[in-house]
């Protein structure tokens, strides 16, 4: 009696996991179009840096792991991506700009950290960190202005004589 029991949840609780993969495959879209814009590194180890922390959200590459087709995890995994994408995108040249990304890494709201546990390789020492913003700022620069100009490109006040 106790062993068909047992086997009547093991079997119950197969039943409830192939349903939950069929949902997280099913209802979710994962997808990585291509790659339109060619980013020039002030290093390879930025780039680096950039790949481990940033790129699983901010990037057509995303490396979308097991549990990524597996509901419920699969609807949030999908949607952070889709908003990282959305916000900044290394492989679309989407709002690349160099003093946000530190802002953001410096305020500690990037990586997110539900990522961290999961991705240890995201999880950069203080030294990487400011390597990193310092390699983003050398690679994308500071943010222009509604212009379309950094503060060293305005043009001067000429005296017209």
């Given amino acids: 009696m106790l062993r068909s029991r047992v086997w009547l949840i093991v079997a119950a609780a197969l039943i409830v996991l192939a349903l939950l ?12 179009p291509p790659v339109t814009y060619t980013i020039t590194w002030d290093s390879p180890e930025t780039e680096a840096l950039a790949r481990a922390a940033c790129f699983d959200c901010h990037s057509h590459e995303t490396r979308w792991p097991w549990y990524a087709h597996i509901a419920p995890a699969a ?11 959305k916000a900044m995108n290394f492989s679309t040249g989407h709002k690349l700009e160099g003093d946000e990304m530190v802002e953001q890494i410096e305020s500690g709201r990037m990586p997110k950290p539900i990522y961290l546990p999961l991705h240890p390789e995201a999880n950069l020492s203080a030294e990487q960190k400011s390597r990193l913003m310092a390699g983003l700022l050398a690679t994308f620069g500071q943010e222009k202005d509604e212009r379309g100009w950094q503060e060293e490109d305005e043009p001067e006040d000429e005296d017209e004589d």
């Fill in 75 to 85: 609807f949030l995994i999908v949607q952070d991506v889709n908003e990282g994408r």
């Fill in 21 to 32: 993969v069929v949902i997280g495959n099913a209802a979710v879209v994962r997808t990585n």
